[in-house]
């Protein structure tokens, strides 16, 4: 198999220490705040390279990859395993923390955890394995030809002999690293394309304190923090009298907020204990001036986007002459489609403990970028990265909202006013209403037909504020944002005249990248959209689609499945309908069918969903169908749920009784099937899952009751 890997990034992992063989470590007493994120008793944890083996046999690999629900602190080391030829089960895997020795991809977002680590991992799992043969077979005197690894041992064919890995790791760290390892046949897998068991489960359910807000250090205080309701905002006064008098209150402190290229000023409550801060906080005054941003409200700068979708803002993608092919269509369909702000709402809270050493600072928190984090505190304090240590803990939920590290460097604000480390939590009101959002979209189509109810012209204008924008601090409002227009003009279908078109509506407040970002606003508009035009061309929605896709592709692979297994050609009874979407963009492709039914009230059901997504390589089958569960869960829940809405600048929503979540008596029957057909393409997970979920709901209600939705959320 070729590996899909350069031999300087390889390098970057292997450079060190020849693979991170470890001889002798000494293993006294756990020193106090390590995280040792594996439960394994007996010590203090020297982070090593990747594969630390020791002359007593134990083993150690290391996972570069946080871990929010997704499994990668199974699936990474799993890649060094397989090719290792040793079992999870008889493995340590310990967390990195954003260390260069672990190179520069230690962050878990964009699907990227396998797709950016497949040969890479596996090659430095398979390179340790040769070092060690090539050890046994000059232990031996034998050809290197005679000898194979199994179980964490090499043997030699013909004798019968065998040594451990611990017997031979000392010699093997001398040998050198092998700078093109031979990979495993995947037909002799053992670990990857398995279902195996994560080994976080058995902490998860039975509650092990493992997660960021469980985390507790020597000498720790407590901090709830007081941020402006109105983004922008400008701290007058503050008076800490009333919040001085609560018991167990220490002090009142200023300290910032930082988010992309922007600092808000905080006042924080720090307390023995989480609840006497809270309360502190509450006894608080303060006051802000608003700027004139408390003038924002959702009902005007929707309108604004209305107006703004009239206008040709700047052009992304032209193919074809979209004007000139749209003015000689037969059929002409223009739709608008408006998708809202979403909150992230992780389970767990945001929180981070900071404590400083002098000018050095150690974190605990659950992030999905630990390089990032460090980054920006350098940053904001003017420090060097290497004075920034990071215990990353498992997250309960991330969706992207842990990508930002604006808690931690506000925990370390505080810690560095109060001379103490910090336990900062949010609430989840701080959640729901102090962002970052999924921006607002709205999306302008225009499409024409020919004969034979083909697409002849299509046009996609997406009119949103901008990620980037929250994040740069001198954003270019004269380009087309790629990242506000995801894979617009990416699919397969085959249209001869495509054009697509950006234009911008600021705001204030920051935005954030949600979980498959604004492929879940994109697709929701141009599935619609396809669905549209079928109709206008009285054709079957799924015949419309692979009608586009005259030529063999992926897509067209997944819509043929879907087809497959949803029974598309079976007819429904009245009061029934089914619809589908796909979407495929930069973590991946997936694809649903939605079936759904009428209630004598008029409300819908949602009778079943069938999912396909096209991975090419899995690592943990149970893993991708968990991750489609919980991305068809959060799209169902956008799609149906109220979105984040703003009155006189501020949220209105504040908790889950008015931002609500999908419940589990709500979810309906799923039916998942993974395309997997080996080889080197490797595409994402958690992500794809998600966008065509709502688009295949809309057009399943279409094709049920006639009504055709434009807006999200809808009522079922």
Not at 299 to 322: C, I, M, P, W
Not at 482 to 489: K, R
Not at 526 to 552: I, Q, T, Y
Request: glycine share 10%.
């Amino acid at each position: 198999m070729k590996n899909n890997i350069s031999r300087r990034k390889f390098l970057e992992f292997t450079g060190l220490t020849g693979i991170g063989f470890v001889m002798g470590i000494s293993r006294g007493n756990a020193t106090p705040g390590v995280v040792n994120m594996s439960m394994a008793e007996g010590g203090s944890v020297e982070l090593l390279p990747f594969v630390i083996i020791e002359k007593s046999g134990k083993i150690t690999i290391m996972n570069i990859k946080p871990d929010m629900g997704q499994g990668t602190f199974q699936s990474v080391p799993a890649l060094i395993a397989e090719e290792l030829e040793v079992s999870l089960d008889a493995v340590t895997i310990l967390q990195t923390g954003g260390e260069k020795k672990y190179g520069n991809d230690q962050g878990a977002g964009g699907s990227d955890s396998i797709r950016g680590s497949y040969f890479t991992m596996r090659k430095v799992g398979a390179s340790a394995r040769e070092m060690l043969i090539k050890a046994a077979a000059q232990t031996w005197n034998v050809p290197e030809s005679e000898c194979f690894a199994e179980n964490a041992m090499v043997k030699h064919r013909p004798s019968g002999k065998s040594l451990g890995y611990g017997d031979l790791a000392e010699k093997a760290a001398t040998l050198p690293v092998p700078e093109k390892p031979t990979l495993k046949d995947p037909k002799d897998f053992k670990i990857l394309g398995k279902a195996n068991t994560r080994p976080d489960l058995p902490w998860k359910v039975s509650g092990k304190p493992i997660f960021g807000i469980d985390q507790e250090v020597p000498g720790m205080v407590y901090a709830s923090v007081e941020r402006s309701p109105v983004f922008g905002a400008k701290l007058v006064r503050h008076d800490g009298a009333n919040a001085m008098k609560v018991p167990g209150v220490q002090q009142v402190v200023l300290a910032e907020r930082k988010f992309g290229s922007k600092l808000q000023p905080v006042v924080a409550v720090v307390a023995d204990n989480y609840w006497a801060a809270l309360k502190g906080r509450k006894a608080l005054q303060v006051e802000w001036d608003n700027q004139g941003h408390n003038a924002f409200n959702s009902k005007d700068y929707e309108q604004k986007l209305r107006d703004l979708a009239k206008t040709d803002g700047v052009e992304a993608h032209n193919s074809g002459n979209f004007q000139d092919a749209f003015n000689k269509s037969l059929v002409k369909v223009e739709a608008l489609y408006e998708t809202p702000f979403v909150s992230h709402s992780p389970m767990e809270p945001m929180n981070c403990i900071a404590q400083w050493t002098g000018n050095k600072l150690e974190l605990w928190v659950s992030t999905q970028a630990p390089q990032w984090m460090m980054g920006d505190i350098a940053e904001q304090f003017g420090i060097p990265q290497d004075d920034i240590k990071v215990n990353v803990m498992f997250s309960g939920g991330g969706f992207g909202r842990r990508l930002f590290p604006d808690v931690a460097c506000e925990a370390a604000s505080i810690a560095k006013a109060v001379g103490k480390p910090v336990k900062v939590i949010w609430t989840r009101e701080d959640d729901t209403q102090q962002g970052p959002f999924r921006p607002l979209t709205f999306s302008a189509l225009k499409g024409g037909l020919v004969d034979g109810g083909f697409i002849s012209a299509w046009q996609h204008k997406v009119i949103s504020p901008s990620i980037e924008d929250t994040m740069m601090e001198n954003y270019n409002d004269k380009k087309a944002d790629g990242t506000m227009m995801e894979a617009t003009a990416e699919q397969a279908y085959e249209i001869p005249n495509l054009n697509t078109r950006f234009i911008y509506a600021p705001v204030k407040f920051p935005l954030g990248y949600w979980r498959a970002v604004t492929s879940t606003t994109t697709a929701f508009a141009h599935e619609c959209f396809m669905d549209e035009l079928a109709v206008a061309s009285n054709r079957d929605p799924m015949e419309f689609r692979l009608g586009h896709l005259p030529k063999p592709s992926d897509t067209k692979r997944v819509l043929l499945k879907l087809k497959e297994v949803s029974g598309w050609d079976k007819p429904l009874p009245k009061g029934r309908g089914r619809g589908v979407a796909q979407w495929a963009f930069f973590a991946g492709l997936g694809g649903n069918v939605v079936e759904v039914s009428t209630n004598t009230d008029g409300s819908i059901k949602i009778e079943k969903i069938w999912a396909v997504i096209d991975l090419g390589t899995v690592v943990n089958p149970e893993t991708v169908r968990a991750q489609v569960e919980g991305a068809i869960a959060m799209a169902l829940t956008a799609a149906t749920k109220g979105g984040i809405t703003f009155e006189g600048g501020k949220v209105v929503q504040s908790n889950f009784h008015d931002n609500e979540m999908l419940r589990i008596t709500e979810y309906p029957p799923v039916e998942i099937h993974i395309l997997a057909e080996g080889g080197e393409k490797i595409k994402g997970v958690g992500e794809p899952g998600l966008p065509p979920v709502a688009p295949a709901l809309a057009n399943a209600i279409f094709a049920a009751t006639g009504k055709r939705i434009r807006r999200m959320p809808f009522e079922l």
